[in-house]
Every structure is written in C-alpha cells, then in structure tokens.
C-alpha cells in the first residue's frame, strides 16, 4: 500500500462523510492505492455510525479503529500509525480544514526527494486573533529555548511520512505524548511546506484556551528539565542572599550594636520564602506525577471496537 491516511475523529460526525468523499475525488487518477484509517476518540454523537457506514463503501479501504472513551487527539494519532499500512503515511484532521490537495503536494515531494523523509505542513498565517496568535508564538520561543528538540512555529501534526520515521515515532511509547515534540525528536530529514487551514465546516474546534494552556504546560514538562533547574537555581539565589544578609546583620549587631527591627519583614520573607518553596514544590509535583502516571504503564488508548471494508476483510 502506498498511501494511509491518519483521520482523529471526535464528534465529527457531519465532517466524515465529505471527508472521505473529498479525498476520493481529489486522489482520482493521482493515487489508487491508499486507505484512510479513521479513528474515533470516543464521539459522543453518531460519528461512529458514520464511519461504520462508509466501511460498507467498497473504495477507498478504510480502516476504523474505535476508542472505549476519548483518549486525546495524541493517542488517536498513535493508534492510526500503529494501525496504517502504508509505506507513506499522513496524519490529517478529519474536519477537512486541512486539505487532501496539500496532501497530493506532499506526496510528491517525497516521490521526487529520497533524501526526504517527512513533509510538514506549517500554517504560515493563522485565522484566530492576535492575541492567541501571540501566545502561541512566545510558547514556540519558550519551548525552543527550553528544550534541546527543535519546535517550528506554526507546524502542525498534518504531516507525511515514509516507513522509517512512522516506524520511530511508534517506538516511543510514552503515555504523555506531546506530538510536536516526538516527531521533531526523532530526527529524520523534514522538509516545511506552508498551508492555508480551511474554515470549519461543520461542528466546533474542540480546544478552549484552557484546553491549549495545559497542552502548553505539558509539552514544556514532556520535552524540557530546564523548569526543575530553575528550582535549584531559586534554591541556589535564596540561600546566597540570605547568607549574605546573615552576615551584614552580626556585623551590624556586634560592631555597631544597631538592633535590626525585625517584625515586618520577618512576615515578608516567611511569606515569600513559604510561597517560593509551594511553587517549587508544585514544579517537581508536576513531574512527578507524569512519573508516576507513566510507572503504571497503562496503554495509551483502549479499542473497544475495529472494522474495515467488509469485501476487503473477507478477500484477505
Ligand atoms: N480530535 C480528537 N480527539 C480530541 C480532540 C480532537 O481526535 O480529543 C480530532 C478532531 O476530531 C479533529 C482534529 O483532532 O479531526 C483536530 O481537532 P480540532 O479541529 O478541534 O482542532 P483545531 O483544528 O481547531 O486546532
Ligand atoms: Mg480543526
């Protein structure tokens, strides 16, 4: 199989069908030997309906693989490499704001560029206000200054990749899977292209800025120790600060017998010095707490149901 398309579903269930439709005839006489491998990350709605009626479709092969619950776009993302067939594989929001035609592009490229082993597809101009915009590149700036692996602002998980790189990507089997940061960790020659994401059809986005400000954190945490050296560094500053206040005071008192008034700013260091150490605390927790969640070594998602074409299944 040349070409696997990786499509995460939540509550889609008005984009799926035109989804599978517009690829069909966007790949028409391009590409004839590809599947698209659906994954449902436990839709509340009749997304999984859907896509049980498109697998009676006897083209293109879909493969569908259902979650007992929604695990996150990343695990969905996991499952359909771990399931794609091809040598080739994108993975592609199936709510059709990232179009099959890039994807035609991609494909190219690698067919005309052996030394390429993945096409990402970056958004050069973003449609969402300015001040998200903003945050979103000071994380890139943050992130990148934090962690050894590499971040490019703008790209996105709608990338194409040959055998190899898929192959290296499910070898790291992390429970906290922050994509953008595993596939720029594993290497490989990546070649950037920009892409302009289509409005929204049908349905809603599924990140509030809640949702993005923990996705932040938890990129930063998977991909960077830098936070828990910024603890040892605070450690470091207040214990050389008061060191140097310690002595300023005996000189005070025994050469100058000056008594240092002491009440206020006793309150305003015990506050600030209890207040530093929860917070550093809290940093440590938080990788902790990935330790520990990982240590269980639960799976990174659960399949309550798979299907695929019924004529297909039954030929092989
Ligand atoms: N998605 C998913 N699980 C989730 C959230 C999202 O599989 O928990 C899928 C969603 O169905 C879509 C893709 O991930 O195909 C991108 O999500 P969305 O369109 O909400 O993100 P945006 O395009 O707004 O960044
Ligand atoms: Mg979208």
Redesign the pocket.
């Known amino acids: 199989m040349k070409l696997s398309l990786v499509?995460?579903?939540?509550?889609?269930e008005e984009?799926v069908k035109e989804f599978c439709a517009c690829v069909k005839e966007c790949f028409a006489g391009k590409i004839d030997d590809y599947e698209i491998v659906f994954?449902?990350?436990?839709?509340r709605d009749k997304?999984l309906e859907r896509l049980r009626e498109l697998t009676k479709l006897e083209s293109p092969a879909i493969q569908v693989v259902s979650f007992s619950r929604?695990?996150?776009?990343e695990?969905?993302?996991y499952a359909g490499l771990t399931r794609a067939r091809g040598d080739m594989v994108c993975v592609?929001?199936?709510?059709l704001?990232?179009r099959p035609e890039t994807v035609l592009e991609m494909v190219e490229i690698l067919d005309t560029c052996p030394e390429t082993d993945c096409v990402c597809a970056f958004q050069q101009k973003r449609k969402e206000s300015k001040l998200l915009s903003g945050l979103k590149s000071m994380f890139y700036k943050i992130i990148n200054k934090l962690s050894d692996v590499n971040f490019v602002n703008g790209a996105?998980?709608f990338r194409l990749m040959r055998r190899s790189m898929v192959n290296a990507v499910l070898s790291m089997t992390e429970y906290h899977r922050f994509s953008k940061g595993i596939f720029s960790w594993v290497g490989f020659n990546t070649k950037f292209i920009p892409y302009e994401?289509a409005e929204?059809q049908h349905?809603?986005?599924?990140?509030s800025p809640l949702k993005l400000f923990k996705y932040a954190m938890e990129g930063i945490i998977a991909f960077s120790t830098a936070p828990l050296k910024f603890v040892t560094f605070l450690g470091f500053l207040s214990t050389f600060i008061s060191f140097v206040y310690m002595i300023i005071t005996v000189i005070q008192k025994l050469c100058f017998s000056i008594d240092v008034p002491g009440y206020a700013s006793i309150i305003v260091l015990l506050l600030f010095m209890s207040g530093m150490i929860l917070f550093c605390l809290g940093i440590i927790g938080e990788y902790l707490a990935k330790m520990y969640v990982q240590l269980k070594n639960r799976p990174i998602y659960i399949e309550k149901e798979y299907l695929e074409n019924e004529k297909k299944s039954k030929d092989e």
């Open positions: 499509a995460p579903c939540y509550n889609e984009n994954v449902n990350d436990g839709s997304t929604n695990f996150g776009k695990s969905a993302i592609i929001d199936a709510d704001q990232q996105s998980d994401a929204r349905g809603s986005t599924k990140w």
